[in-house]
């Protein structure tokens, strides 16, 4: 899979896919990152790429020739490629979507700085991304976690390391804990039923806890996630054991 990246700071994307699961996924071939210098585009003598904003005000506007320029050679390399912009306008983010992602052969990641894109880029653009509620100074952090998440997901990059099918959110719930030796840390012992040897036993503990977990840290996930008869008794029991530490609403 092939992720192209327009960007004033192509070197960002040097070290963090450098060794690391990913880095490895490139070496195999599994994976290809390209960072383009987005003022390689931009014509005349200063090579500008960003502007005043007409009606004037603070800060500068990322200027639409040479990104739409960027887009157009970037799309005769890479037929059928989609276009992604970075922005806290976006649509959230998250493993549904890196899921979808992850089926594409060709990505474009444009990544802005200053305030932002001239609106009419947006034309040229197939969907629009933000990886959480805040402002940072570009969108090329955006465009990296994308990255990992989605290409983690291809076949062959996590290898030994285990299956993507086993993460948080695979099934949209939260991990269970994890634990590992020793069996006693400070006081504090593993749960018993990991060190029972009963995988039935084990596996419906892990169920419960993922339940748990999710009611009590992020509810709101409960509401997009398949759950089984047996989930659903367990969670109405789960809400009725842990009522008292239960979040006060205003509702
Ligand atoms: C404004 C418009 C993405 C700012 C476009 C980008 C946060 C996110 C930028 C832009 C960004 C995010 C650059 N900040 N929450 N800053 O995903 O690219």
Redesign the pocket.
Known sequence: MNFDVVTLFPEMFESPFAGSIIGKAVSKGLVQITAHYLRDWAEGRHQVTDDPPYGGGDGMVMKPEPICRAIASLKEQRPGAKVL??????KP?DQQQAQQLSQQENLIF????????DERVRSYVDAE???????????EL?AMVMIDAVARLLPGVLGNQGSAEADSFSDGLLEHPHYTRPAEFEGQRVPEVLLSGNHARIAAWRRSQQLLRTLQRRPDLLENVQLTDDDLLELERLRETHRHIQIKTNG
């Open positions: 912009l970075m922005s806290p306008q976006g983010f444009l990544c802005g700085r200053y305030e932002g894109f991304y933000t990886i959480g509620d805040f402002v940072l100074t570009g969108g955006p």
